[in-house]
């Protein structure tokens, strides 16, 4: 992987200052009292105040993803029995298996879970990763703050998802054309000890729970660490579309930026004619379909990509709200992303 292929930055580039984390969970409590449709109109009204207020100041919250894992998306609705998933996204492919007697993870909860030990990993530099003495905790950490069981509540979500991914195999191949494949990859965890008691959350355990990250996994986040908000990756956490386009989007504008940069340079040295043209990057509706929807074999159904064109927008029109600097707009049959402001400035990094 030493080339680096057309509108992709170098790692270098995204190796952040761990000294720059700023630590800042902001807490918030729904009431139970609500009814289901009053609560959704709430949880809606405060999802978009909680947008807005975030793009206002100017403390960001730093995490990390795996660039691979931005590039190449989880599933985002439950596969099923199937025991493998694939997704690919130009040169780079992500397939995940199924382990020990689980199924695949799927949803927002992975996604936030994965976005919590990429941060740990860069934070620590430590394979060994400690989760907390609590649930509740370790909860309020990834940004949810409800203590609702039964069988679709947050507790019991959260414990299949965890036993889901922690117990998966990853594998990250690279196969360019004309270069030579390279592929890593392995269980996500090879050991886990959780004493977290599920029923009661908020209860002390004697002892930390705790995971040992695969190390490959490992060595992949070190290598590439992708710098985001955790405050927006929190505030988007409902919507799994909206989470891997902010990723995504992170990784996308972090490129053009610098490409933006170099461009202008080469153009105040003389060695390419001044021009106004900014970095940018087109895909059509039918390729960012196949990178995030939820089934890339109904790509070529004209109504499944329009639903998901709107609901991509809907996602971006969230995602303006905390990240103004955001410079996308739509063309015919095309989504265009622009060289702007990441939502991470590079100077924080």
């Known amino acids: 992987m030493t080339r680096k292929p057309p509108g992709l930055t170098r790692a270098a580039d995204l190796l952040p200052t761990i000294q720059s984390l700023q630590p800042a969970i902001r807490q918030s409590n729904e009431s139970n009292a609500l009814t289901v449709q009053g609560k959704h109109h709430y949880t809606r009204e405060k999802q978009m105040d909680s947008l807005q207020d975030i793009g206002e100041t100017q403390n960001p919250e730093m995490g990390f993803m795996s660039r691979m894992l931005t590039l190449c998306s989880l599933p985002r609705t ?3 029995d ?3 998933y694939k997704r690919q996204n130009g040169p780079y492919k992500l397939i995940m298996i199924a382990g020990g007697d689980n199924k695949l993870p799927y949803g927002n909860l992975p996604r936030l879970l994965l976005a919590w030990v990429c941060t740990e990993v860069v934070r620590t530099r430590e394979r060994q990763l400690t989760l907390g003495s609590s ?21 019991t979500r959260l414990k299949t998802q965890i036993d889901r991914l922690f117990n998966c195999h990853i594998d990250m191949i690279y196969e360019p054309k004309g270069q030579p494949k390279a592929e890593t990859g392995g269980r ?4 886990t000890v959780l004493w977290w008691d599920y029923k009661t959350p908020e209860q002390q355990t004697l ?5 040992l990250l695969g190390e490959e996994l490992f060595n992949e986040i070190i290598k590439h660490p992708v710098p985001l908000d955790m405050r927006i990756l929190k505030a988007m956490r409902r919507s799994s579309l909206g989470l891997d386009l902010y990723m995504w989007l992170s990784y996308k504008t972090f490129a053009l930026y610098r490409q933006q940069q170099r461009m202008e340079l080469d153009q105040q040295q003389g060695r390419m004619p001044r021009s106004r043209a900014r970095a940018s990057d087109r895909r059509s509706w039918t390729e960012l379909y196949i990178q995030f929807g939820s089934d890339p074999a109904l790509a070529s159904d004209k109504t499944t990509v329009q639903n998901f064109r709107k609901d ?9 709200l905390c990240w103004p600097q955001l410079d996308v707009i739509t063309l015919t049959g095309r989504l265009e992303i622009r060289a702007c402001q990441p939502s991470i400035s590079p100077k924080a990094i």
């Open 188 to 191: 996500f965890a090879p050991k």
């Open 82 to 84: 199937r025991l493998q």
């Open 135 to 155: 649930l509740a905790s370790f909860m309020h950490e990834l940004g949810i703050y409800s203590d609702s069981g039964g069988r679709r509540g947050d507790r």
């Open 207 to 211: 002892f930390q729970s705790w995971i």
């Open 312 to 320: 991509v927008l809907r996602e971006i029109t969230k995602l303006k």
């Open 78 to 80: 439950d596969v099923g």
